[in-house]
């Protein structure tokens, strides 16, 4: 059994408008140092709330109404994320926990060059870094996410979408964090540019080890190379298992539902009566 | 019954810095009413090229669209038949419904402008098409489109295209920003639609096991051209151009995913 690296416990979250939604109910979660965890749901299930609430990256109305998050850091140290103030927060974002974010073809800056945006990465978090570390360091990450250190100094305009992916992963590994939270990283490309994507995300995971939860609805996507999938469905965790048993053998009726819903690659014909 | 025809269609684009690029290289098929067709590949692959032609927003460089085996007329009312024969289904109903007006104006629409009904069973005929794309008509006929969900208004979209009584319907990756749960009854719904009124479809995406299972034929296109076309469960069982095979390397199959991991016994499912 591997050892932890983030607790959740009875987390929840409800956005205070009127009526009050509860977005996130009672959520506990154990993420395992190293594992590639998926989180599925469709919509306003409560996902992106629930990564997002973990970071307390959430914005009023928002407001986190119990539980505790607890990140076990790989020097032994257990850091109470709830409980820290905003300059540790602050430090702690990113240096353990990043994130590539939902849309991120559209996340960067278009009026600045991508090196001097992975930079502005180094500028506050690494301020003892000289100009030419940093420079070296960027052109490091954009060497390793096979995008050339030559394109330092391209515009995001000048980048295919797959290429800025690659630039936002660059930049979410900037720091060598232990956890990624990625929020469907590649929803928005075709299935060869996704692949290749994934294939990179693997990659780097071997040679770094860092932990990763995969957020999408693309539960077929997330068969192939989750270890564990979490379901969630109206703010719960509906399902949480391996996911070969989520694959042979589903619990809950709406892993089943949606497991249903996808029509099979290469299996049976049958989901559409045609 | 051939409705639809691309006879040898070429279009280039001049684009400065690059010379010319051939979008469409030589692009031939046909379209019969009451089938499907799947039109595959990916982002620059020549897709939305045909779908653009086929709304006459461009016109073919070389070769010739027909229907019915006449050419597309290109002005007058000529055209504007055309597309009374021809619509769209688009890809974000978020953005192809008008916020601003009631679902009924937007069924209402098109039957005034090309004058299906006469203008006293205009209500009629709208509930109708509700009926038709399975909405209850009292429940969604006087809301506005932030009213109902993603898949309500992607089948509000639909029966707007069917409103006119078209004979073809392009419906470029109808489903692929619906949540899952919704994207096999709008896509059951197209697919029965096909059959029911003998509409020619022509459905555009890039995901190959939904093009699979809801094509009776799949064109394969890379780089403006085809490079593989058959019968859908061929194309996508026993491909056999390259370019096909990778394309479906890319996909995820979770059956073959955990077939290959637990050897003989996984994904029997």
Known sequence: ?274 | MTVLEFDHVTKVYSVRGAGQIKALDDVSFTLESGRTIGLVGQSGSGKSTIAKILTQLETPTSGQVRLDGQPIPRRGAGLRAYRQTLRMVFQDPFASLNPYHSIRYHLERPLRLDAVVPQAELEDEVRRLLHRVRLEPDAVIDRRPHELSGGQRQRVAIARALASRPRLLVADEPVSMLDVSLRLGVLNLLADLGRDEGLGVLYITHDLATARHFSDEILVLNQGQVVERGTADDVILRPQHPYTRELRAASPDPEKHFASLSGSHGGAR
């Open chain 1, 1 to 274: 059994m591997r050892d932890a690296l983030l607790s959740v416990h009875d987390f929840s979250v409800t956005y205070d408008v009127d009526p009050p939604v509860e977005a996130v109910k009672h959520v506990t979660l154990e993420l395992r140092r190293g594992e590639i965890l998926g989180l599925a749901g469709e919509s306003g299930c409560g996902k992106t709330t629930l990564a997002y609430g973990v970071q307390r990256l959430l914005k009023a109305p928002a407001v986190i109404t119990s539980g505790s998050v607890v990140f076990h850091d790989a020097s032994g140290e257990d850091v109470e994320v709830d409980r820290l103030d905003a300059e540790q927060m602050r430090r702690f974002r990113w240096d353990k926990v990043s994130m590539v974010f939902q849309g991120a073809m559209n996340a960067l800056n278009p009026v600045a060059p991508i090196g001097a945006q992975l930079e502005d990465v180094f500028v506050v978090h690494r301020p003892q870094m000289s100009r030419a570390e940093r420079r070296e360091a960027v052109a490091e990450l954009l060497e390793i996410v096979k995008v050339g250190r030559q394109r330092a100094r391209s515009f995001p305009h000048e980048l295919s979408g797959g290429m800025r992916q690659r630039v936002m992963i660059a930049m979410a590994l900037a720091l060598r964090p232990q956890l990624m939270v990625m929020d469907e990283p590649t929803t928005a490309l075709d299935v060869l540019v996704q692949r290749e994507i994934l294939r990179q995300i693997s990659q780097l995971r071997h040679e770094f080890g860092f932990t990763v939860v995969f957020i999408t609805h693309d539960l077929p996507l997330l068969l192939e190379i989750s270890d564990r999938i979490a379901i969630m469905r109206e703010g719960e965790i509906v399902e949480l298992d391996t996911a070969e048993r989520i694959w042979t053998n589903p619990q809950d009726d709406y892993t089943k539902t949606l497991l249903s819903s996808f029509p099979r690659l290469t299996g049976e014909r049958g989901v559409v009566v045609r």
